[in-house]
């Protein structure tokens, strides 16, 4: 079993110099909770009422269209926060589900309990603020993409900054993600590859 409270440790201290009580205090509320494959930490339309550390694995964010399509919002992998933010920051119901992609360990905590922490010390306020100016520069970022860019640059884009996660989705879950339809990512890829191939070949 991997060292769990030392990666949350390392985490929390990441973001600021964690005094050891309070990191005693994150070990008291934060418990191991394994998720197999294909289960759901969050059910869109339940209220939110626990957060995790996600020591390993990979879990998805994704939404389900009236169609009943899924459309892929992001994922979240090892020494991440799992949470429907959102929904748990306005107590109201999550419109996003939390899937996991592969079994997992994670360090969850109750909403209650996670609040009764972090309103105490200032280094709980610093993480707070952290995570939270990252998210909106992770949703702006997003956005661009899906506004601006084609299927092929988001493709390439996601593929060449994160090389690791890309080789553990399946092309449905990353099709889901950029935007498009398995078969047409298909396309996509064998469309880069006779451009790569007719540009060796000139070389």
């Not at 399509?69 to 589900?97: K, M």
């Not at 994670?106 to 909403?111: D, P």
């Not at 399946?170 to 191939?197: E, H």
Request: charged letters at 25%; one cysteine or more.
């Amino acid at each position: 079993m991997p060292d769990a409270y030392g990666q949350l440790d390392a985490f929390l201290c990441r973001w600021c110099d964690f005094p050891g009580a309070e990191l005693a205090k994150a070990r008291r509320v934060f418990r191991p909770v394994r998720l197999p494959r294909g289960k759901l930490f969050t059910r869109a339309g339940d209220r939110p009422d626990r957060m995790a550390f996600l020591v390993q694995g990979l879990v998805r964010l994704v939404y389900t269209a009236a169609d009943g399509a899924d459309r892929t919002h992001g994922f979240r992998a090892e020494n991440q926060l799992v949470c429907a933010y959102s929904a748990a920051l306005r107590g109201e119901r999550s419109q996003v589900s939390i899937e996991a992609l592969e079994p997992c360990l994670l360090l969850a905590a109750s909403r209650q309990a996670f609040g009764e922490l972090t309103a105490g010390h200032h280094c709980w306020r610093e993480l707070i603020a952290g995570l939270t100016e990252q998210l909106y520069l992770q949703q702006e970022a997003r956005q661009r993409e899906l506004l601006l860019q084609d299927a092929a640059t988001r493709y390439l884009g996601f593929v060449g900054g994160n090389p690791g996660l890309a080789r553990r989705l399946t092309q449905a879950q990353v099709a889901s993600y950029i935007g498009v339809t398995p078969v047409a990512l298909s396309r996509i890829k064998a469309r880069l590859i006779s451009v790569n191939d007719k540009a060796a070949a000139r070389s």
